[in-house]
């Protein structure tokens, strides 16, 4: 773990990017963990990474960590080469390992007390605050706690670091929900912050939640990148046709991605606001219509069915508009 001290917090905010990759790739003699990842991160802003294990999620974030050598591209956090400059960007980032390892002879409030001073805090009430918010006893040794237990312990030092990034690889492993909810909270407090946190994540609730821009990452390879607040205005809507389906009027052509008939059953989704289709829908013969968000499960599913090569017809069919 890397820890950074209050003061970098405000630094370099001239440059509204603050995590770029270019062509980034990583091989592991034939097998290609990562490739030709290219990405931006706007600062305060919360990016999720989602994908199956093995997708390259991990070796992403320790690429920008500088814990690995590219073995192609580019990654820059704040301006400074993340392998070269890993020192000065470890100023500037805090971060939550998927394998994290502790001193397992020190008690919780210990490690917090050793980890505020590594970055010249000589306070530790945040970080005994941060533990009490996650129900963690930090007199027990960490010999003695659970793996959830181990994990808060983690949380509450990483997030009491007043950095400029967050890199989260899944922060919320092992934990109940509850704990969960409250590591949820404390993520989007610190967007409020001004801080920018990249985490990975199984839970798409949780990205939903919490997130600005999804990446979905597959076999090595950033697939697609999901802005949340336009899937937001996205919809589902399934009915009953009781009589014939007229062509979809043109004045409607772009805000309808799929228009779609089984036997009897309607299906329409719409990119944009759901206003603008209630006037045609309302002139159809249909019933038993229900409306819902698209959501972020259809986008992941639609990205994870589909083969490497496949991504830009997976792109063109979402994109095509519905036949007349």
């Known amino acids: 773990m890397t820890f950074t001290g209050t003061a970098e917090l405000m630094s370099s905010k001239h440059n509204s990017v603050l995590v770029e ?12 963990a990562l490739s030709d990842c290219s990405m931006r991160i706007n600062r305060g802003e919360v990016h999720g990474l989602l994908g199956p294990n093995g997708a390259g999620k991990t070796t992403l974030l320790r690429l920008l960590m500088g814990f690995l050598k590219p073995t192609s591209g580019k990654a820059v956090i ?10 000065k960007v ?4 805090a971060y939550v390992p998927g394998d994290t390892r502790l001193f397992r002879q020190m008690r919780g409030r210990d490690v917090l007390r050793f980890f505020a001073e590594v970055r010249g805090v000589s306070d530790v009430t945040h970080s005994l605050n941060l533990a009490d918010r996650l129900k963690l006893d930090t007199r027990l040794r960490v010999a003695y706690m659970s793996t959830g237990m181990r994990q808060k312990l983690v949380l509450a030092v990483t997030m009491s670091a007043q950095a400029n990034l967050m890199i989260l690889d899944e922060p919320t492993a092992n934990l109940d929900p509850n704990v969960r909810s409250e590591v949820i909270q404390m993520i989007l407090k610190a967007r409020e912050a001004g801080q920018t946190v990249l ?15 999804v990446a979905i990452v597959r076999a090595g390879k950033l697939v697609h990148t999901q802005i949340m ?31 779609r008939v ?20 309302a002139s159809l013969p249909i019933d038993e219509v229900t409306v819902e968000p698209i959501g972020l499960r259809a986008v992941y599913d639609r990205y994870r069915g589909a083969r490497t090569g496949d991504v830009a017809t ?7 508009k519905p036949a007349g």
């Open 21 to 32: 990759t270019s062509g980034l790739t990583k091989r592991f003699g034939s097998f290609t």
């Open 78 to 87: 704040d301006g400074l080469d993340c392998y070269y400059q890993s020192v």
């Open 90 to 93: 470890h100023r500037r980032v």
């Open 199 to 213: 985490f990975s994540s199984h839970v798409l609730s949780e990205i939903e939640e919490t997130c600005d821009k």
């Open 229 to 259: 607040s336009d899937l937001r205005r996205q919809h589902c809507i399934r009915a009953r046709l009781n009589g014939p389906l007229d062509s979809l009027p043109e004045t409607l052509q772009k805000d309808v991605t799929t228009c």
């Open 262 to 281: 089984d036997n009897d059953r309607l299906l329409v989704e719409t990119p944009s606001e759901l206003s603008r289709i209630l006037g045609w829908l």
């Open 314 to 320: 997976v792109h063109r069919e979402h994109s095509a």
